[in-house]
Every structure is written in C-alpha cells, then in structure tokens.
Nanobody, 115 residues
C-alpha cells in the first residue's frame, strides 16, 4: 500500500510559477510510476506528467515547455514545477502512485491562476 500527499497549491498570478510536491509513504524507487494529474470541474482527470522508478519522464503536450517533473529519492518526494502559469491551468492537481496491479491517489491540491 502507498499513501501520497500533495502540497504546494494556492493562488498565483498568470505568468507566475508554483511547485507542487507529492510525498510518498515509502521509497519512490519501489513505485513504478509517480504521476501528476489535474481535474477541471465536471471533467475527468487528465495526465499532466509522470516519472518512472528508473527516472524516465513524460510531460503532456498541453504543458510541455512550461512544466517539469522531478524527484528527490531521499525525501520520497516527486515535484511538479509549473512555470508560465495560465488561467487555464486552474484545476485540482492530484498525485498518483502506481505499483503493479494497484494505484493510489492523493487528496489533491487546488491551483488557481488569476489573470
């Protein structure tokens, strides 16, 4: 079992930056994939970025060039660095930990970008 807790959300002006953190309850080297998703009201969650246990990364086209994903294995934490934020980035951001056969979501953190 894995517990993940997001933090770092809040209100930011358009063009600004924000870093989200996702802390896992166990070594992230044992978690196959750590991903960031976001959800707009009334919509399904969409993938933003993920990082694998081997360090491979993927960034969604919608945020490529503005968002990056990284990790600190010593802290069992994955980060989502968001730069050049736009009002359309306003959403609840969720962390997801995937291990073989199971996945676990965090409670989400709200990011609001004001224009």
């Amino acid at each position: 079992q894995v517990q993940v807790v997001e933090s770092g959300g809040g209100l930011v002006q358009a063009g600004g930056s924000r870093r989200l953190s996702c802390s896992a309850s166990r070594s992230i080297s044992t978690i196959a994939v750590m991903g960031w998703y976001r959800q707009y009201p009334g919509k399904q969650r969409e993938l933003v970025a993920f990082i694998t246990s081997s360090g491979g990364t993927h960034i969604a086209d919608s945020v490529k060039g503005r968002f990056t994903i990284s990790r600190d294995s010593a802290k069992n934490t994955v980060y989502l660095q968001m730069n050049g934020l736009k009002p359309e980035d306003t959403a609840v951001y969720y962390c997801k930990a995937t291990i073989p056969g199971k996945y676990y979501w965090g409670q989400g953190t709200q990011v609001t970008v004001s224009s």
